[in-house]
C-alpha cells in the first residue's frame, strides 16, 4: 500500500505544487485548504504524513498541529515563511517534526519527506528486553509506550526515536551532531534549533523538573546524555 500524505495549504498553487511532487515519486496525496477540513479529512483517511502551512484561515497551522498532537503522533511537516525563525520554533514547541521553508525546491521536498518518514519507523535493528526502567520512567518497546510514574504520556515519532537513542547509549554522552545525524538524518547535523527544541519537548514530558533534568541531562560543551542510574 502506498504511503498517504496530506498536505493542508489555503494558497491553490502551493497544494499543486506539493501534490505533483509527491504523486512523482509515488505517494498517495490527499489535501485540504484549512486546519479544519485538515481534521477532517485526517479522521477519515490513514494518513502516513501531514505537510502543513502554519498561516491559514479558520485554524492555523499551530493549532491544528496542538489538536491533532491530543490524539495522533502522526509525523507532520510545517510549511513556514522563510527567514520565520519564531514559526519554525513554535511550530516544533507544538509537535511538529521538521520544517520547510518557502519557497522551497523539489530536492529539498522530498528529502524532508523521506527522512521524517524514515524516522516515524521505529529501528528493529537494536535487542532489547522488552521493558527499560530509569528511575520513574519505564518504557514498553513492545508497544512504543513510555510512562513517567506509572501514567502513559504522548510522544510525538520523532520524540521516541530520540528517547531511545538515549536508552541505547547509557551514561555516554552524545554530541548534538551525532544525536541529529542518528535521528533525523545526516544532512542535519547543523540544525541544532531542531534538536534544541526536541529535547526540551522531551523533558517537558519526561521530568519531574524540566530545569534540573535527571533522565536527559547536558553536559556543557560536549553534548546530552541519559546518566546511569545509581544502585541503593
Request: glycine share 4%.
Amino acid at each position: 500500500m502506498a504511503t498517504k500524505i496530506l498536505i493542508v495549504d489555503d494558497e491553490p498553487r502551493y497544494l499543486r505544487l506539493l501534490e505533483a511532487n509527491l504523486r512523482t515519486e509515488g505517494y498517495d496525496v490527499v489535501s485540504a485548504s484549512d486546519g479544519l477540513q485538515a481534521i477532517d479529512v485526517f479522521t477519515n483517511e490513514q494518513v502516513n504524513l501531514i505537510i502543513m502551512d502554519v498561516m491559514m484561515p479558520n485554524l492555523d497551522g499551530f493549532e491544528t498541529c496542538q489538536r491533532i498532537r491530543q490524539f495522533s503522533n502522526v509525523p507532520i511537516i510545517i510549511l513556514t515563511a522563510k527567514g520565520e525563525e519564531q514559526d519554525r520554533v513554535r511550530g516544533l514547541d507544538v509537535g511538529a517534526d521538521d520544517y520547510i521553508a518557502k519557497p522551497f525546491s523539489a530536492t529539498e521536498l522530498l528529502a524532508r519527506v523521506r527522512a521524517v518518514l524514515r524516522r516515524s519507523q521505529v529501528s528493529k535493528d537494536v535487542s532489547h528486553d522488552r521493558f527499560f526502567l530509569h528511575e520513574n520512567l519505564k518504557i514498553d518497546f513492545a508497544r512504543a509506550e513510555v510512562y513517567r510514574d506509572n501514567q502513559l504520556i504522548f510522544l510525538s515519532a520523532t520524540e521516541y526515536r530520540l528517547l531511545l537513542q538515549f536508552t541505547q547509549h547509557v551514561g555516554v554522552v552524545m554530541s548534538a551532531e551525532d544525536l541529529l545525524a542518528s535521528i533525523w538524518g545526516p544532512e542535519y547535523r547543523n540544525d541544532k534549533e531542531i534538536l534544541w527544541v526536541s529535547i526540551a519537548r522531551l523533558r517537558q514530558k519526561l521530568e519531574d523538573d524540566p530545569h534540573a533534568p535527571k533522565h536527559v541531562v547536558t553536559r556543557s560543551g560536549l553534548g546530552y546524555l541519559m546518566p546511569p542510574v545509581e544502585a541503593d
